[in-house]
């Protein structure tokens, strides 16, 4: 216990898997499974200390949970179904800009009357005049559907537990409206539903996400730092542009402020000679390559970095804070 290494946790299958795995690659981390594909362990090549464990993206939000594992990816919808006190257990770290789904309220397309939440209350009371029973939500985000019904006011229902193809009860009968996740819409429009205007409970997508409760020794801290610095590097690097440029030293002083209103550092300070170099943003750089032009710059490079690490990153800072 006093020596756990890192445990890591990535979608072994679904949605998110493709997606995590180029992730860890663009950060120049990548899993090594010793025994084969089907082994659902492995490590990471050249970062010592790390277990990989691939699981599915629901498990990854129970050892989350538990502090079986102290980071993974995983959806937000998952994270806020499964754990009641997901802000007291896990801290998510990051979106990561895929995985995106909505966790929608949705109704058949035939009820022209009924657009929103509140119209939920009209259909719940004639449910009850009509057949004496409960207006029936399928779903397998029980917790989120509740929590959300509660908030607003819509109190007369029961939820029928789906655990798959939650689009169909309407059709089927099962059920009068579901709460499910949609991405493109295609699977709700197969089945003629429509989603509720206020209807939108969660804007999901994956996170890198750390558990609060799992054994962070220094052993799992450093290899964590490890991890997240290199995560860390990759998007700083893609975010990034270092601009070269020869400029007279004799207008050198005008290089500071010019760098300063454009969001550009000058890491190396200020040369001596002719060569200047400058790091920015990567939206900003024409607008910085403009300014240099204006001040008399001339051979004005633009290039992009693999990595670029800086001396503290807002991931490792976030999980430090988080676990001390
Ligand atoms: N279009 C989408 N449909 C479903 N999930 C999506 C979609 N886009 C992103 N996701 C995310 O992927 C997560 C995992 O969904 P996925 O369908 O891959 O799991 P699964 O393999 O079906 O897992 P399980 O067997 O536990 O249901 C979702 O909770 C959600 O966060
Ligand atoms: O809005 P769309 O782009 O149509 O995507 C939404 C559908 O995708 C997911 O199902 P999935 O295909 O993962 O199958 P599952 O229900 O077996 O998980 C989700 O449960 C929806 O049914
Ligand atoms: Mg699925």
């Not at 399928?138 to 007369?156: I, M, P, Q, W």
């Not at 996170?207 to 290199?230: C, G, I, Y």
């Not at 995560?231 to 050198?252: N, Q, Y």
Request: charge should be neutral; hydrophobic fraction near 45%.
């Amino acid at each position: 216990m006093t020596d756990t290494p890192l445990i890591l946790a990535v979608p072994s299958k679904g949605r998110l898997q493709e997606n995590a795995a180029a992730f860890f690659a663009r950060a120049g981390l990548v899993f090594t499974q010793s025994r084969g594909a089907r082994d659902y362990r492995g490590t990471l090549k050249g970062v010592p200390d790390v277990e990989v464990a691939f699981l599915s993206a629901s498990e990854i939000v129970s050892q989350l949970a538990s502090g079986t594992a102290h980071l993974g990816i995983t959806g937000e919808d998952l994270i806020r179904e499964q754990i009641p006190d997901a802000d007291a257990a896990v801290e998510l770290l990051t979106p990561l800009g895929f995985g995106h789904a909505n966790v929608v309220v949705a109704v058949p397309q035939a009820w022209i009357d009924v657009r929103n939440m509140a119209d939920l209350d009209e259909v719940a009371a004639d449910i009850r005049a009509r057949h004496g029973t409960k207006m029936r939500v399928a779903t397998k985000y029980v917790n989120l559907t509740r929590r959300f019904l509660a908030e607003k006011g819509v109190s007369d229902y029961r939820i029928v537990e789906s655990l798959g193809a939650t689009e169909g009860a309407p059709g089927a009968g099962s059920a009068e409206l579901i709460v499910d996740i949609t991405t493109t819409g295609a699977t709700l429009a197969a089945n003629a539903l429509k989603i509720l205007d206020d209807g939108v409970m969660l804007r999901s997508e994956a996170n890198l996400v750390a558990s609060a409760r799992a054994p962070w020794t220094d052993r799992a801290k450093a290899a964590a730092t490890a991890v997240l610095t290199r995560i860390a590097a990759e998007e700083e690097a893609r975010t990034s542009r270092e601009v070269r440029a020869s400029l007279d030293p004799a207008k050198a002083s005008g290089l500071a402020p010019l760098a300063k209103e454009h969001g550009a550092t000058l890491p190396f300070g200020h040369a001596l000679g002719r060569e200047i170099v400058l790091h920015c943003r990567t939206a900003t750089v024409f607008d910085l390559v403009t300014a240099l032009q204006n001040l008399g710059a001339q051979d004005i490079s633009v290039r992009a970095f693999d990595y670029l690490f800086r001396p503290t990153n807002a991931l490792t800072e976030r999980l430090l804070r988080r676990i001390g």
